[in-house]
């Protein structure tokens, strides 16, 4: 069932209040009480986050609770609660995480004199408010913990719940969560879905296919991950979720450089393996590799108290070795390299056509990151921030084994170009808030020819020791494009009654893909012996093509999301809170496929009928 309908409900003991979960915000609530713990219902409540001089106020209902959701993640927040008659209280160092609900609760004095009672915050070390298994990686946290790799993925293993590793294709980084295929993840960064759409890659995001993050490190702020939460607000997958957001300017200026690197010189010549045949075997060095990351991050006021920005500029430079050569002078030397030199002399002189030179192979990896944000405070009650990451990551691509050599151009290059762009604005009337969100997301991802080699169909040709090696374009290199144009909307409604916290909202999707992927365009040829491939004798050829007008007929085709939720956060007692809320997400293409006939006669399928809503 495409459409998928999720309800959830939870009864447990709890403290005295509930605050809605939301995806790029938190929430402050409490009671407030007199000395002689009865509740002061009308108590004016103000908090104030001191980086910025952001500001939220509410005010506590019959049962003494205010709930104030929709603040800034992170802090120091001061917070005051006054009632006439009554001291000022006021708290200090208080600091919201991602998607948590901070209990602040107030005890206040009858007034003597005019005072102000002021409280420094102990950390709170569970949301006990939090509904669901989930785990926060605080900004302290990634400055503090190790990375290799600067990802997202490095603080992903903070939590059990979360199993990082690699792909058996190309090495890339993957994470299961909770036992469920990578596939079934969901990645948010300041509320935009930030998912590999397609399934090209195994990293599940954006770029990944080029081994580029969706983000830079230095720019994110907190990192919430996500394994069953209860909260009709957070959707999209059945495996778990993470959910990170950006950093933002303060009212001071503050900034960040740094430099990352390594090269082959750190690494000693690989001991030969002594054989009764070579008994005193030399050492192999390793292949000149690289490996680099630098930039810088600045954040500060426009205006002070009202305007702020927060920029991030990212490089990476990767040179890693293909681990073989023919000519010996780096790595391991393949098989026999006179069978292939003769292949490769046989192309020169008879197809005119240079696959590259006899030495190792050195696959470049590199990466341009550019973060920048602003957030506005347009009024006491309306809050705006928009934000911009673009993303260029390039790879070359390929492995050679044992038994089968790449020559240089039968490594593909992949260059995806991701642009992200975020606004929410964040709104409070009295009891209500409001939060609404649009993204765009605008990818471009090619992958062909290595710039410097010629368009050339894929070769393979047999030696006489049971090896094989390869030439010209790699097979599925020969027309393969795919952009991507994502529209998110979303809006998330609070509204306060009592002892009920209700949730609605909407979150809808809107997708466009255009996609060539034709396998040996230019053709693919495989050879028994050198001898065949000299005089132009095949043993097998393939060359596809697109039987229409046009040879290159992309696939293109929308695609719509759309999601509907209501919830609800019930203080049924004092120390009991159910949650509960209904959730519907329905798929919708537009285009009808075209039909073929021979499917339907062959397998019983029809081509021309698109998934639809089932009940």
Not at 13 to 20: L, N, Q, W
Not at 122 to 138: C, K, M, P
Request: overall charge negative; hydrophobic content about 35%.
């Amino acid at each position: 069932m495409l459409g998928s309908i999720l309800a959830c409900m939870l009864a447990a003991a709890m403290p005295t209040s509930a605050g809605a979960q939301t995806v790029t915000t938190g929430t402050i609530t409490g009671v407030v009480m007199d000395a002689a713990k009865a509740v002061i219902p009308g108590a004016n409540v103000i908090a104030v986050h001191v980086p910025t001089g952001t500001t939220y106020q509410s005010v506590t209902q019959g049962d003494g609770h205010y709930t104030i959701p929709a603040v800034r993640v992170g802090g120091p927040y001061t917070i005051k609660a006054s009632m006439p008659k009554f001291n000022t209280q006021e708290q200090n160092e208080i600091m919201v995480s991602l998607g948590e609900s901070r209990q602040v609760d107030f005890v206040l004095q009858p007034a003597v004199a005019a005072e102000t009672v002021t409280v420094v915050a102990e950390a709170q070390l569970i949301d006990t408010s939090r509904a669901g298994t989930a785990a926060n990686v605080a900004t302290q946290v990634i400055q503090d913990l190790p990375t290799l790799s600067r990802s997202i993925n490095d603080f992903a293993r903070t939590s059990p719940y979360f199993n990082t590793g690699t792909d058996s294709a190309g090495g890339s980084d993957m994470i299961s969560i909770a036992g469920r295929n990578n596939r079934y993840n969901n990645m948010q960064i300041d509320g935009a879905v930030n998912n590999d759409v397609f399934g090209l890659a195994s990293t599940g995001t954006p770029g990944g296919q080029t081994g580029t993050q969706p983000v830079s490190l230095d720019a994110i702020q907190e990192i919430q991950l996500l394994i069953s939460p209860y909260d009709v607000r957070q959707g999209g997958f059945s495996g778990g979720g993470i959910n990170a957001v950006t950093k933002s300017g303060t009212n001071d200026f503050h900034g960040t450089a740094y430099l990352f690197g390594r090269n082959q010189k750190w690494i000693r010549s690989i001991p030969g393996i002594v054989t009764p045949a070579n008994p005193t075997p030399g050492d192999t060095s390793v292949g000149p590799f690289s490996d680099k990351q630098v930039g810088f991050s600045i954040g500060g006021p426009i205006v002070r108290d009202r305007a702020f920005f927060f920029t991030n500029l990212d490089w990476a430079r990767k040179d890693t070795p293909s681990g073989y050569s023919l000519d010996g002078t780096s790595g391991q030397t393949w098989g026999n390299p006179s069978y292939v030199t003769q292949v490769l002399d046989i192309a020169k002189n008879t197809y005119s056509f240079d696959p590259g030179p006899l030495s190792e192979f050195t696959k470049p990896n590199n990466s341009n990151k550019y973060f920048v944000r602003g957030d506005f405070n347009l009024s006491s009650r309306h809050q705006l921030t928009v934000r911009a990451n673009y993303v260029d990551g390039l790879a070359y691509v390929g492995t050679i084994y044992n038994n089968s050599y790449k020559m240089p151009d039968n490594f593909y290059s992949i260059q995806d170009k991701m642009l992200s762009i975020v606004g929410q604005l964040n709104s409070s009337f009295g009891k209500i808030y409001n939060e609404f969100r649009i993204t765009y997301q605008r990818e471009r991802n090619e992958r062909g020819d290595q710039p410097g080699f010629a368009a050339f169909p894929e070769v393979r040709v047999d030696l006489p020791d049971g090896n094989y090696v390869y030439l010209g374009t790699e097979y599925s290199s020969q027309a393969n494009r795919l952009n991507q144009d994502i529209v998110e909307i979303t809006d998330d409604l609070t509204i306060i009654r009592e002892n009920h916290t209700f949730s609605f909202g909407t979150h809808n999707e809107f997708y466009k893909f255009y996609n060539v992927f034709i396998q040996n365009y230019y053709g693919g040829y495989r050879f028994s012996n050198a001898a065949n491939f000299q005089a132009g004798i095949a043993q097998s050829y393939s060359h596809n093509f697109s039987n229409t007008s046009d040879p290159l007929q992309p696939a293109e085709l929308p695609v719509r999301q759309f999601g509907f939720y209501g919830g609800d956060q019930w203080r049924a007692l004092e120390n009991f809170l159910i949650t509960y809320g209904l959730r519907v997400d329905i798929p919708h293409f537009p285009d009808k496929p075209r039909s073929n006939p021979l499917t339907v006669e062959e397998f019983g399928y029809a081509t021309d009928v698109v998934p639809a809503l089932a009940m």
